[in-house]
C-alpha cells in the first residue's frame, strides 16, 4: 500500500503563490504517472495537472501559465508550484497515482489532501 501526504497548503492573497509537496512512501513512485487534483466546496473533483514518471505534464486549461507540476524520483516526492493564484483555485488538493508508465490503470492511491485557500 502505498501512502501519500500532502504538504503546503494555506491562506494567500489574490496573486500570491504556493508550493505543494506530496510525499510518498515506496519506490513504486518512481514508475506512476502522479497527478494534482482538486475539489471545491460543491464541486467535483477536477484533474489539475499529471507528470509521466519520464517528466512529460499536462496541465488543466485553467491552470496552464500559472501551476508547474514536477517530481523528484530520488526522493519520492511530487510538487505542484502555483503562481498567481485566484479565488477560484481555492480548493482541497489531492495528490494521486492511478497509472503506471506503462498505462495499467488498476491503482486508486489518494493522499488526504492539503486546503489552499485564495482571498480575494
Known amino acids: 500500500q502505498v501512502q501519500l501526504v500532502e504538504s503546503g497548503g494555506g491562506l494567500v492573497q489574490a496573486g500570491g503563490s504556493l508550493r505543494l509537496s506530496c510525499a510518498a512512501s515506496d519506490n513504486i513512485f518512481s514508475i506512476m504517472v502522479m497527478g494534482w487534483y482538486r475539489q471545491a466546496p460543491g464541486n467535483q473533483r477536477e484533474l489539475v495537472a499529471t507528470?509521466?514518471?519520464?517528466?512529460?505534464?499536462n496541465y488543466a486549461d485553467s491552470v496552464k501559465g500559472r501551476f508547474t507540476i514536477s517530481r523528484d524520483n530520488t526522493k519520492k516526492l511530487l510538487y505542484l508550484q502555483m503562481n498567481s493564484l485566484k479565488p477560484d483555485d481555492t480548493a482541497v488538493y489531492y495528490c494521486?497515482?492511478?497509472?503506471?508508465?506503462?498505462?495499467?490503470?488498476?491503482?486508486?492511491?489518494w493522499g488526504h489532501g492539503t486546503q489552499v485557500t485564495v482571498s480575494s
Open positions: 507528470v509521466s514518471s519520464g517528466g512529460s505534464t
Open positions: 494521486a497515482a492511478l497509472r503506471d508508465r506503462w498505462g495499467n490503470s488498476g491503482y486508486n492511491y
